[in-house]
């Protein structure tokens, strides 16, 4: 269940590699079996000195940490209800507002921030925002001040949605897809000009139809889901009479113009740099599973811990503690690089990671004993794309070269290599995704 990078502790480096490989076997027909079973023997022999050394076990304490203080577990409709007003916006947004829902006095501060510089043009707000001392997922909803608006018009609803999301976080996703399901069943949701509704291996995804505008849905959550939904008690449903033309209407679901989120690609708490993660639940963070540092929440410092599956709570103490006890992590962003460091009784661990735009990165993660595992990835908008990782015997490089009939992927270990290609039509995929119409 545990996607890329979704722990917080230092497995993301075996969870890249491993997700890697399967991409590998799953797409290409024409590379045998025996070959891959040269890549991954290649990756273990250029990376086992790193990953080794940075086991969880040699991270943290043996002792588990104590049960938290007492939160009041939300039944499924009660979570239903919660995320009704946010379930139908694009995929990446729901992520920033789960994520910024558990500082609402940050959300508070950003959004008297947005109305009193409305006509801020976005370039320079960005680098102002950038300056503020609030949460990535604060920030990056100060491109969508309707949304802003929304959630502090609303904030007693906003951090129920927080204390919710950050001590049900598996709940609440399920929630969201739950609530989609229904809003397609009923009619209401369907793919559009502004957006693409998809069904991919069971979960609905909704992604902007244009990555660089984005439009935020206006409806009514009562009755955009078909059978009447009760609304959160508090929650105000209220959305700003809109300039003329700017609301583009289908069925019951409207949208605001459009947001061009190009002014803000540059910084990493961007809208690019979040998305769900609907397989394990979780929402991810420039490739990392997000999980929230304020101290404000119920229950602060004991994630996950009211999950209704046993196996989601097991599954949310082990991405924050460790499957042995408690380790301590600080971030820090400069410019364009993050610091994370994890310490526990029995060592640290660190990553750095440098964004040069257009997705592409180079990161670097140190284990307790001074060896790294360094990654690279270039040409990412260019049509070439090289990803480099290396430890201390050796490293793995893939190459992949897109064109109009498809694309060509090398793949190189310390002693082989292995290559793939793609074309019209392109080879079979596991992956399933159909538009649904």
């Known amino acids: 269940m545990t996607p890329e990078l979704q722990q917080t502790h230092t497995p ?27 890549v991954r023997a290649g990756i273990a022999v250029a990376l086992i000195c790193c990953i080794v050394p940075l086991r969880s076990a040699d991270l943290y304490a043996q002792q588990a940490p104590p049960a938290g203080p007492q939160y009041m577990q939300l039944s499924y409709e009660q979570l239903n209800q919660l995320v009704a007003p946010i379930a139908l ?3 990446a947004l729901v992520a920033q507002i789960l994520a910024a829902s558990t500082y609402p006095t940050e959300i508070a501060d950003a ?3 947005a109305q009193q510089n409305v006509n801020m043009p976005h370039q320079e707000l960005a680098r102002v925002v950038d300056t503020q001392a609030w949460d990535p997922s604060v920030k990056a909803l100060t491109a969508f001040p ?59 995804v909704i992604q902007p139809v244009n990555p660089a505008v984005v439009y935020v849905p206006v409806y009514n959550p009562v009755i955009v889901y078909g059978a009447p939904v009760p609304i959160y008690p508090t929650y105000s449903y209220a959305p700003a009479p809109p300039a003329a033309g700017s609301i583009a209407v289908a069925a019951v679901v409207g949208f605001a113009a459009g947001v061009v989120v ?21 929402v991810v963070y420039n490739n990392t599973a997000y999980v929230s540092r304020s101290v404000t ?13 046993p196996t989601a709570r097991t599954y949310n103490q082990q991405m924050v503690y460790g499957p042995n006890g408690y380790a301590s992590r600080t971030a820090t962003t400069v410019g364009n690089q993050t610091n994370v460091r994890i310490t526990g009784p029995n060592g640290s661990a660190s990553r750095s990671t440098s964004y040069n735009g257009n997705g592409n990165y180079s990161s670097t993660i ?30 793995v490089n893939r190459s992949t070269s897109f064109n109009g009939n ?7 270990t310390p002693n082989e290599s292995a290559s793939r290609g793609t074309g019209r039509p392109p080879v079979a995929r596991s992956r399933i995704e159909t538009k649904l119409r």
């Open 111 to 113: 959004d008297r921030f």
């Open 146 to 204: 309707s949304v802003l608006s929304n959630l502090g018009r609303n904030l007693d609803w906003t951090s129920k949605l927080g204390n919710a999301y950050y001590n049900q976080p598996q709940d609440v996703m399920a929630a969201v897809q739950t609530m989609r399901q229904r809003a397609y069943a009923a009619g209401t949701l369907r793919s559009t000009p502004q957006e693409s509704v998809v069904y991919q291996q069971g979960y609905v």
């Open 297 to 309: 929440v119920v229950n602060h410092g004991y994630y996950g811990y009211y999950d209704h599956s």
């Open 406 to 412: 498809g694309s060509s992927t090398r793949v190189t």
């Open 89 to 91: 916006y694009p995929d």
């Open 12 to 38: 993301v480096v075996t969870g890249g590699i491993d997700k890697f490989i399967h991409e590998l076997h799953d797409t290409s027909q024409s590379v045998a079996a025996s070959t891959i079973k040269l």
């Open 366 to 395: 140190t284990g307790p004993n001074g060896q790294s595992v360094n990654r690279t990835v270039t040409g990412r908008g260019t049509g070439n794309v090289n990803a480099t990782t290396s430890g201390p015997n050796g490293s």
């Open 262 to 282: 190009g002014a803000y690609s540059s910084y990493h708490w961007s809208y690019s740099c979040w998305s769900p993660n609907w397989y394990s639940h979780s």
